[in-house]
């Protein structure tokens, strides 16, 4: 089994959230998504590293990873099984990874 690697931890304000929230919608219509993200989606934390996730009514729509350099957005094909979990009511996580989800 692997070992994951901690990053330091992204500092992201509320702003910046929202921001990152609205560049992914607007690259999911962008690349043909035609199935509009729900309430659910949002930014979450996982080992250090941000992601947003897109919710649709079946599932998840596409997740983005954040660069912690210049926050510039790159769509995943595959993700971390555990940051698809959101809990009904929280869009935005914050999993430090010390814990299954």
């Known amino acids: ?3 994951e690697q901690t990053h330091e931890p992204l500092k992201l304000d509320a702003t910046q959230r929202a921001d990152l929230l609205r ?3 607007a690259a999911w219509f962008k690349a ?4 509009v993200p729900n309430q659910t989606s949002g930014v979450k934390m996982r080992l250090g590293l941000a992601y947003v996730l897109l919710h649709g ?3 998840v729509l596409a997740v983005y990873r954040v660069r912690p350099d210049n926050l510039a957005l790159r769509i995943m094909k595959r993700w971390p099984a555990s940051i698809e979990k959101v809990s009904s009511g929280l869009s935005v996580g914050n999993d430090t990874g010390n814990k299954e989800l």
């Not at 043909?32 to 199935?35: A, L, N, W």
């Open 1 to 3: 089994m692997p070992i």
């Open 23 to 25: 560049r992914a919608m």
């Open 32 to 35: 043909g998504g035609t199935e």
């Open 57 to 59: 009514a079946r599932g």
